[in-house]
């Protein structure tokens, strides 16, 4: 071999070592994260919230773009009573999700030849949902009902648009049609009101999920409201005795029970055969991604014949770990002078994530595979290229682009990782005047209480909200 092929061999094995390098420092962030998400579960479920807050916060960068790590600084900051810091947080979130909705062509070329990872992340639908919701929250502990009901009908806008324009499986929230409900009758607009309950009782149903009893009564408390009499004997056979639960001259306690904590995503690698008499040129884009789609559908129960085979493409997947428990609650009551009463489920928030994910993951998939794809026909191009000058050099420069392709793949695990597994809902009727409430969130090992202090008058609608993180 001569000097000039030599250093050119030394010099390519220079620069694929350091490229490789590279990738994995960006993709070890990965993994950084994790711990750091770990000790934030830690601190929160020793009621650690500033300390928890203040990792967090160490952790990102300042002033952070991110929409993944606002969604978490913002609930974070809620959760340590930092009201301005978490709205600061949601309205940066909500307005970058919002300008990542136009699809950004450079980052969408990068991912299709590193990794998801790339891809600025704007939010699931189901984030920008709630994101409504913690957002409200935050102004209702401000003491800003009308800042509030905004919310609540940005909600409520939101589920009709994606209502109308989703294909998975969660196009609209009962939870939220009824909290939207809550917001508008908070601020007196009970027609409003009114509607949002009856949208929420109708969803609960598709969902698979029994209607909590609460909503009945909120629906017969609105429609009196409105004076819609010609709707009642409907409502009434739907919910025999609901008038006589509802008194018009108590007030309204709403006490939100949010528990546990939603489950991480993880990364899972899979392999897929790429058959010898499969296409390896297409006219376009489109027919790329049906390949890619197809070859997916080989995941389960693909028989072939050995000699058909070319060889295995390595991809890595998002999921949600099937064995992890969000919360050990089993059961959440109010206690008080003339009130015991067990709250209801209202929303499983980690099994709506997982859903959400298995809904995405055929798309995922289908680019991480197309990535492989490319990964692949990239290494032999080098290696080709290489053998022309010399065959050692040929190789290293094709286990080079297979390094670096291995290395820059990784699943996309950025989600919102500080939110509740489930919530639960005490809604109920109190007579004026001043109460002393106890909320027991009972799970395996014992029972956590949070007391309150209310005050109520005729008519009058209070929203409390209550947090466990066993």
């Not at 993709?27 to 990792?55: H, I, N, P, W, Y």
């Not at 409430?437 to 949070?450: I, N, R, W």
């Amino acid at each position: 071999m001569s000097k000039h092929i030599m250093r050119g061999t030394l010099v390519g094995c220079h620069r694929v070592f350091m490229v490789v390098l590279l990738a994995l420092l960006l993709f070890g962030c990965a993994g950084k994260r994790t711990l750091l998400m770990e000790q934030v579960r830690t601190d929160l479920r020793q009621l650690s919230t500033e300390r928890a807050l203040a990792a967090y916060e160490k952790a990102v960068k300042k002033n952070t773009q991110r929409v993944d790590e606002l969604l978490n600084l913002g609930l974070l900051a809620l959760e340590a009573g930092q009201h301005d810091k978490a709205l600061k947080a949601f309205k940066d979130a909500d307005r970058l999700a919002e300008e990542r909705l136009t699809r950004s062509i450079s980052r969408e070329l990068s991912s299709l030849t590193t990794s998801d990872r790339v891809r600025a992340y704007q939010g699931t639908v189901y984030d920008r949902a709630m994101l409504h919701y913690y957002q409200a929250l935050a102004y209702l502990m401000k003491g800003q009902p009308e800042a509030a009901t905004v919310e609540g009908r940005r909600i409520a806008s939101y589920l009709e648009v994606n209502a109308r324009e989703s294909k998975h499986t969660y196009k609209d929230d009962p939870f939220l049609q009824w909290f939207a409900g809550v917001m508008y009758e908070a601020y007196g607009q009970h027609n409003d009101a009114w509607i949002a309950y009856k949208n929420a009782a109708r969803l609960y149903p598709f969902y698979g999920m029994d209607e909590p009893g609460y909503l009945c009564r909120a629906e017969y408390a609105a429609l009196k409201r409105v004076g819609a009499s010609e709707f009642e004997a409907a409502l009434l056979e739907e919910c025999p005795g609901v008038d006589k639960e509802h008194n018009p001259d108590w007030g309204r306690v709403v006490i939100l029970c949010e528990a546990g904590i939603a489950p991480q995503i993880r990364e899972d690698n899979v392999m897929f055969p790429i058959m010898k008499y499969d296409r390896r040129t297409w006219d376009n884009d489109d027919e790329r991604e049906r390949y890619a789609y197809d070859v997916y559908g080989r995941r389960h129960d693909f028989y072939y014949e050995e000699s058909e085979l070319d060889y295995f493409v390595r991809v890595a997947l998002p999921y949600y770990p099937d064995d992890y428990s969000g919360t050990s609650v089993y059961e959440v009551a109010v206690r008080g002078q003339g009130i015991d009463k067990l709250a209801e489920l209202a929303v499983p928030v980690g099994s709506i994530l997982k859903q959400d994910l298995s809904d995405r993951q055929p798309a995922i998939a289908a680019r991480a595979i197309t990535r492989a794809i490319i990964k692949y026909a990239a290494s032999k191009a080098a290696e080709e290229a290489g053998n022309k000058e010399d065959k050692t050099l040929g190789r290293i420069l094709g286990m080079g682009v297979n390094l670096l392709g291995a290395a820059t793949e990784a699943a996309d695990t950025r989600s919102w990782e500080t939110l509740p597994d489930k919530i639960y809902v005490a809604d109920f009727q109190l007579p004026p005047g001043e109460h002393k409430l106890s909320l027991e969130f009972k799970y395996q090992d014992g029972t956590m209480t949070q007391d309150f202090d209310v005050a109520v008058g005729a008519g009058e609608l209070k929203v409390l909200r209550a947090r466990c993180w066993r």
